[in-house]
């Protein structure tokens, strides 16, 4: 591999880092085409050890994968595991500490070593379905690398230092702010890459990026399998189809979603204000507890309605999960929720279409944009919503 020198100076900062075993985690950011996976790559493939790789979403895990990485996972699969299998792991330490009190001389190390595990499983016990797994492959791991650093929140980031293994963070600065709760990995990053490589370039995905972020506007035409239509220039007809073709529709305005979420409904004829089986919807705040996460999409397996709604959910990598959920975001814009209550259930709504806001930590292979963003911030929103696609966008301006 040929390195750009904006490139080469990057991994001898990253190499100092690592021989320097200084602070736990170094923040590598460039917007997108300026190789930062590919560096990671480099730097894994060089590594004298094990080393994973953790994006915040199961999406944007599929996009790694199909670079050619392997161990990767999201953060959550990484580093929690369901409450149950903690209960026994805390009774099983308790037994092993009563045991090391009986030797003598008492070993000090081992002892120490079981204290701290216990006091971290007895901080489990305290959490609701899922926990801290500190039994984690990550213990064993030279070198984690993980996505979308701006994603993480302080508590999976401090969940993620328990493991003391060194924490290779990737970062886009070009996307918008991360979504609120998020933030563990702040400030300057410890290096910013700039320079978009050759062969990034001829990606009609990072070439489209790369215009909208030097705040030009993209024209109408075809840029590979990539497009940019004018909306008054497709009829209800033809916009129907396109939609239904994308895997992910982004927009800027709540009211939008809403209305394109409803039409989606119609279109699968899937009745009621409430989920129903086969519905797409999207959890809306973290609740680390249940393994949510914010911008986390999920296909409704059954709902049903008292007070709260109960849904059980599956994820695109046929994961299971069962909780409490407001059913106000279903009816309305959720703003009507008791802040007394608001921790007394989580919160969802239709996921068919998202703000390109909520999609922040997500990819999908084939994505529409609809290009209504009227704010100051507009091109690093459309910029972010471009680069949610792997393979292919369509904007409609």
Not at 33 to 54: P, Q, R
Not at 183 to 208: C, E, S, W, Y
Request: charged share 25%.
């Amino acid at each position: 591999m040929i390195w750009s020198a904006q490139q080469e100076q990057a991994l001898q900062k990253v190499n100092r880092w690592r021989k320097s075993r200084g602070k736990p985690f170094f923040m590598l950011a460039g917007y997108a085409g300026t190789g930062k996976t590919t560096l990671a790559k480099h730097l894994a493939a060089n590594e004298e050890g094990i080393v994973h790789f953790a994006a915040f979403t199961g999406k944007a895990a599929h996009v790694l994968r199909k670079t050619g990485i392997k161990n990767v996972s999201t953060i959550h699969q990484l580093i929690y595991l369901p409450r149950t299998k903690c209960d026994l792991k805390y009774r099983l330490l308790k037994s092993q500490h009563a045991q090391l009190l009986l030797e003598d001389p008492v070993p000090k190390e081992d002892l120490a070593r079981l204290e701290k595990e216990l006091k971290a499983e007895k901080a489990n016990l305290n959490r609701l379905d899922f926990t801290l797994n500190t039994d984690s492959i990550l213990g064993k791991a030279k070198l984690l690398v993980i996505d979308e650093y701006s994603m993480i929140d302080r508590q999976m980031g401090e969940d993620l230092l328990y493991f003391d293994c060194p924490i290779l963070a990737l970062g886009d600065p070009g996307q918008l702010p991360p979504v609120k709760g998020a933030g563990f990995f702040d400030g300057k990053p410890d290096v910013l890459l700039t320079d978009i490589h050759r062969q990034a370039a001829d990606n009609p995905i990072i070439r489209m990026s790369m215009e909208v972020r030097e705040g030009k506007r993209l024209s109408v035409g075809s840029y590979g399998d990539s497009r940019v239509i004018r909306n008054s220039s497709i009829s209800d007809a033809q916009l129907a189809p396109m939609m239904q073709a994308a895997d992910q529709l982004l927009v800027g305005m709540n009211k939008t979603r809403r209305d394109f979420n409803q039409y989606f409904r119609s279109v699968k004829k899937l009745r009621g204000s409430y989920p129903v089986a086969g519905d797409k919807i999207v959890c809306l705040r973290n609740n680390h507890d249940e393994g949510l996460f914010n911008g986390q999409i999920w296909e409704v397996v059954d709902c049903s309605h008292e007070k709260y709604l109960k849904l059980s959910l599956r994820d695109d990598d046929g994961n299971h999960i069962t909780c409490k959920a407001h059913p106000n975001h279903f009816v309305g814009t959720g703003d009507d929720i008791d802040l007394r209550h608001r921790l007394d259930a989580n919160e969802f709504d239709f996921g068919y279409a998202l703000t390109v806001h909520k999609s922040q930590g997500s990819q999908w292979d084939k994505v529409v944009v609809m290009d209504e963003w009227r704010r100051p911030d507009h091109s690093q929103w459309l910029y972010t919503g471009i680069t949610r696609a792997a393979e292919s966008v369509t904007i409609i301006q």
